[in-house]
């Protein structure tokens, strides 16, 4: 599947906002916010990190109308990978691009050549997600390919991860960590039994 950079660029960035939600951190991890376990966007100096690593432009000052808005919007992404009806999910990245007030325009800032920015040059962080971010989601819907947005399938793991693999075969955010552990894990028992 042939999937322009700018679009892989907001897909990522979907992924990375999903996993900071409480619910895609593993119970084992131990982190632990004022707003509750696990939570990566506890307070607006997280949002401003977020915005930071994921070089969104023009986020100006941020505040906790723009943290609960984003929160908002990473739920609405939650629900479209939480789907396999294509229909809901069309309907559901719909209305998301809609309440952002879309306006496609080419632009080249920052060192980055042409692309397209479907929010408005004013327009909260939230609204620069939900309309660049469910564009891509979008674009996965329209090639047909909504079962490539995937959740890990290791049993203490929740993240979010695009499934980019040829065959649509990845089971794991990362085969390094939940791959490899379970597959250690599966090994030893093997062994384990055969000893025992």
């Known amino acids: 599947m042939l999937i322009p950079h700018d679009t892989r660029i907001a897909l990522d960035t979907?992924?990375?906002?999903?996993?900071?939600?409480?619910?895609?951190?593993p119970p084992s991890s131990g982190a632990r916010t004022?707003?509750?376990?696990?939570?990566?966007?506890a307070g607006v100096e997280t949002l401003y990190d977020f915005a930071?690593?994921?070089?969104?432009?023009?986020?100006g000052t941020l505040d906790e109308k723009d943290l609960r808005a984003v929160r908002d919007?990473?739920?609405?992404?939650?629900?479209?990978?939480?789907?396999?009806?294509?229909?809901?999910a069309a309907s559901l990245v719909n209305t998301l691009v809609a309440a952002a007030g879309t306006t496609p325009q080419l632009s080249n800032h920052d060192g980055y050549d042409w692309h397209v920015h479907y929010f408005a040059p004013d327009a909260s962080i939230?609204?620069?997600l939900a309309a660049d971010c469910g564009m891509a989601l979008a674009f996965i819907v329209?090639?047909?390919e909504l079962e490539r947005l995937r959740r890990c399938e290791a049993p203490d793991c929740r993240h979010a991860f695009?499934?980019?693999?040829?065959?649509?075969?990845?089971?794991?955010?990362?085969?390094?960590?939940?791959?490899?552990?379970?597959?250690?894990?599966?090994?030893?028992?093997?062994?384990?039994?055969a000893a025992g």
């Open 14 to 25: 979907v992924v990375d906002l999903l996993n900071t939600a409480p619910e895609s951190e």
């Open 34 to 41: 004022e707003d509750g376990p696990g939570d990566g966007l």
């Open 52 to 59: 930071r690593r994921h070089r969104i432009s023009g986020v």
């Open 73 to 88: 919007v990473r739920a609405r992404f939650a629900k479209i990978f939480a789907t396999d009806d294509t229909q809901l």
């Open 126 to 128: 939230a609204d620069h």
């Open 142 to 144: 329209v090639a047909g």
């Open 162 to 193: 695009v499934d980019l693999s040829r065959n649509r075969s990845r089971r794991y955010c990362s085969s390094r960590t939940c791959g490899n552990r379970l597959h250690v894990a599966a090994y030893r028992a093997r062994r384990k039994e």
